[in-house]
């Protein structure tokens, strides 16, 4: 799960950095976030400018793999890993919406 966060956060970053200097330029890297939809309740999906999509899993199953785990602070760390990542949610999305916008 983590990998998956640190994944998406280098991706967007650089991303939301990125879009309006390639939009300027006249091309971008395919793996470019277009687009984030969906919510951490239901499943979200991650676009990217070639057409590929990445649908991480919801939260509730985010959470039964952490409940896996044997130890008690594995659990609650990876508890807390999962409410951090899909609390960012929404702001991926406006981050989204503001770079594509300018």
Known sequence: MTRIWAVLVA???GSVIGVAGAVAAGG??????VRVEGDAANGFGIHRLDGTATFPPTDSEARAECGEHD???????CRTEVRTHYRDLAEIQRSLEWALAH
Do not use: F, G, K, S
């Open 11 to 13: 991706t967007v970053a």
């Open 28 to 33: 971008a890297d395919p793996a470019t976030i």
């Open 71 to 77: 130890r008690m602070r594995q659990r609650v760390r």
